[in-house]
């Protein structure tokens, strides 16, 4: 069974930083394209960014770009979001997901399996 179990959110004032983690078992993780989304109150999921299966390359929706930085860890089968100078806008459910596609891709529909969540609250 393919779980993916996110973790460290929770609330931090305005320009404060969380790093996030995610643990993955029941999948090769070495072999997939790992994914962090974001759904703020009332809005759709929207992609935060993503890390190729060696870590060797990342790939970021153009507002996180600077203050977001994804890494992945092979030996614990764990990938990271580090977020700095966060802002209320970045209030969300945060979602680690998996894919087998491509780096490049930003959309939902290019992940295979997803995390439950965590809620992320900044505080202005």
């Known amino acids: 069974q393919v779980q993916l179990v996110e973790s460290g959110g929770g609330l931090v004032p305005a320009g404060g930083s969380l790093r996030l983690s995610c643990v993955v078992s029941?999948?090769?993780?070495?072999?997939?394209?790992m994914g962090w989304f974001r759904r703020p109150p009332g809005k759709e999921r929207e992609f935060v960014g993503a890390i190729s299966e060696s870590g060797g390359r990342t790939n970021f929706a153009a507002s996180m770009k600077g203050r977001f930085t994804i890494s992945r860890d092979n030996a614990k089968n764990t990938v990271y979001l580090q977020m700095n100078g966060l802002e209320p806008e970045a209030t969300a459910v945060y979602y680690c997901?998996?894919?087998?596609?491509?780096?490049?891709?930003?959309?939902?529909?290019?992940?295979?399996?997803w995390g439950q969540g965590t809620q992320v609250t900044v505080s202005s």
């Open positions: 029941g999948l090769s993780f070495s072999t997939y394209i």
């Open positions: 997901a998996a894919s087998l596609f491509d780096i490049t891709l930003k959309g939902v529909n290019g992940y295979n399996y």
